[in-house]
């Protein structure tokens, strides 16, 4: 309100929460939505340049201040932008329309990706904010907890204190208890994280020559590749859409992703849960079309299906039963191809 109101610019499918916290401000401020969308083929600067692009195109419509916020990696796709071109992006969105903008990064699949560093070296002068969920990775799903981080420039500054000051007042902050769990588990994060990124890329492995033993298919695993990991982005998730089985009919091809979860989580070694940075020995199975995408509207769910099947997701702890999980796996397959 201070700053006179500002355009937000978020993913279609991002995070539930996030999504409804932004629709429920949208309602008491002066502020604006609009989204971009990456799901299937769709690339992820591809479709943040149409969209700030749409937004430049009508300028006199603009508030002072655009948020760009961004899931790295995507939520639940996985994908990675290009850092480089996405700090250019909003370098050439300022100068084309005069309005400041504000890079909003939630970094909780990846905790020690630095990003703050790297946007500094890429665009000195822009204002980025991150904000990472510490109920995760970083206290081993203990408490529940966030951060918010600014980097140096003045307007993310003022944002941070702003957020402190509210924080305060509402007396939101984390208590001592928190702050006890959050300090004991902080140690070891990095570690944790690039173990279970680890047992993902296994995983994924099992599952993909799993598939295409059943149905000849090489299907797509959407996960963050090696080159990435090595820059800090260890997410110990990734997500995909199972080939339907031959002959299927539409029902069939819209349960197969539930079933797959279902048949999964029979076993002790896996667990139907929405949430991941988990350090329980369990691998968390989800299909966020049907959990966490409760606030997101049907036709953006609609286009992560492929083949009429929707998305799925597994998230995987650093220390796990990797027979057993594996097995589980190929077994699923077998049950789901089963002529």
Not at 173 to 192: I, K, P
Not at 246 to 263: H, I, N, W, Y
């Amino acid at each position: 309100e201070n700053l006179g109101g500002a355009d937000i610019l978020m993913c279609s499918t991002a995070y539930g929460g996030s999504s409804e916290l932004t629709d429920l401000c949208l309602e008491r401020g002066n502020l604006r939505k609009a989204t971009f969308h990456i799901q299937g083929d769709a690339t992820f600067n591809g479709s943040i340049d149409e969209a700030l692009d749409a937004l430049a195109a009508d300028p006199g419509s603009l508030r002072p201040t655009t948020v760009l916020f961004v899931e790295i990696p995507s939520n639940p796709d996985q994908k990675m932008p290009d850092l480089a071109q996405l700090a250019a992006s909003c370098e050439s969105y300022q100068a084309l329309t005069g309005k400041s903008l504000l890079l909003l990064v939630d970094t909780t699949f990846a905790p020690s990706s630095e990003v703050l560093g790297t946007i500094k070296a890429l665009a000195p002068e822009l204002s980025a904010m991150v904000f990472v969920s510490m109920s995760k990775s970083v206290s081993r799903g203990e408490t529940t907890a966030g951060a918010l981080v600014a980097n140096h420039t003045p307007g993310s500054r003022a944002l941070l204190s702003a957020s402190r000051e509210m924080a305060e007042m509402l007396d939101v902050t984390a208590r001592r208890d928190q702050m006890l769990r959050l300090c004991r588990n902080h140690t070891g994060v990095e570690e944790r994280c690039q173990r279970a990124y680890e047992n993902m890329v296994a995983t994924a492995d099992v599952l993909r020559r799993a598939v295409k033993a059943h149905t000849g298919h090489d299907m797509p695993v959407t996960m963050v590749g090696a080159e990435h990991a090595k820059q800090g982005f260890t997410s110990s998730t990734f997500s995909f859409n199972l080939p339907p089985p031959a002959g299927a009919t539409p029902e069939v091809k819209a349960a197969l992703a539930q079933r797959f979860v279902d048949l999964l989580t029979e076993d002790p070694a896996f667990k139907p849960c929405v949430s991941f940075g988990q350090d329980n020995g369990l691998v968390y199975c989800t299909v966020p079309a049907t959990s966490t995408q409760g606030a997101i509207k049907e036709e953006d769910k609609a286009k992560q299906a492929q083949g009429g099947v929707q998305l799925a997701r597994l998230s995987f702890p650093p220390a796990m039963d990797s027979r057993a999980v594996e097995a589980r796996v190929e077994l699923a397959c077998a049950a789901i191809y089963a002529r």
